[in-house]
């Protein structure tokens, strides 16, 4: 009897014992499987679009997206530089390197061109930049970092002149050298605020609107505008980490699905050239 005893003993003690391995086993797996997560602030058109359609990819690669918005051009960079987040998705590459120029603590790498936005001109007086008469005002955003691409489209048509050897990327309206028009061109507003200008401004002629404005105010920046920029456009909207996650694996991974056919056909399909993917 106490032998039978101690035989139920000694099974249920080795019972137990491999109950406990099993269930050490099971958190250890659980461990190995969880999943990385990536802090990214996006703007929500069409940046946070995007990384919506990448999450399931991303998720079965073993990496959780957790998207925040912002309206603006300024917070982004500011929680990327306290560590708010891991990552932003939002600016182009000229806009980068000025933003990090004026600010020292601004120590960050573009780890992937993502997609570019064609800026454009819209006008609800007139149907093409032919028609702007002598004196037009031409409204644009603030941001000394776009002046360039703005001149730039302009020049290319035929409305201003830039001096020889600017670089474009860079060039203000001071550095315009021939203005035949007489255009007046303004700065007068935030970027976010120029669909508002050009829906409630009377006094403008046209105004030049960044396209991921323009599109989350529902206007078609191929349909809507008067003038719209070249594909060629060195204005990559960029995924930006700091300096010391660039060879992050899970960035990595990021960088890679917004970079695979899948998505490069999403972008084209969803916004039919308003919107023009890059792979590089």
Not at 203 to 216: L, R, T
Not at 224 to 229: L, T, V
Not at 251 to 272: A, C, F, N, R
């Amino acid at each position: 009897m106490k032998a039978s005893k101690k035989l139920v003993a000694s099974l249920l003690t080795a019972s137990l014992a491999l109950g406990l391995a099993a269930c050490g086993s099971d958190d250890k797996s659980s461990s190995d499987s969880k999943e990385t997560t990536i802090k990214i602030m996006a703007s929500n058109t069409p940046h946070k679009e995007i990384l919506q359609k990448a999450e399931p990819i991303l998720e079965k690669e073993g990496v959780d997206l957790e998207i925040e918005t912002a309206q603006d051009y300024i917070i982004p960079n500011k929680a990327l530089a306290s560590g708010d987040i891991d990552a932003n998705y939002f600016q182009h590459i000229p806009y980068l390197t000025q933003q990090m120029k004026d600010n020292k603590d601004y120590d960050f790498v573009n780890v992937g061109g993502i997609h570019i936005e064609p800026i454009a001109i819209y006008s609800k007086k007139y149907k093409s930049l032919d028609e702007l008469p002598k004196g037009a005002k031409i409204i644009i955003s603030k941001s000394v970092a776009d002046q360039g691409r703005i001149l730039t489209l302009l020049e290319a048509n035929d409305l201003i002149k830039l001096k020889d050897g600017v670089d474009k990327t860079t060039a203000e309206i001071k550095d315009i050298a021939e203005n035949p028009k007489e255009l007046k061109i303004d700065p007068a507003v935030n970027a976010e605020m120029l669909v508002q200008t050009y829906n409630n401004s009377k006094d403008a002629d046209a105004v030049v609107i960044n396209s991921n404005f323009a599109i989350d105010a529902g206007l078609d920046p191929k349909k809507d505008s008067i003038a719209i920029e070249g594909d060629e456009s060195p204005y990559v909207n960029v995924i930006a980490v700091r300096k010391e996650d660039k060879d992050n694996e899970s960035i990595k991974k990021l960088v890679d699905v917004l970079h695979s056919k899948e998505i490069q056909e999403y972008i084209t399909e969803e916004w039919g050239g308003s919107v023009v993917p890059v792979s590089k």
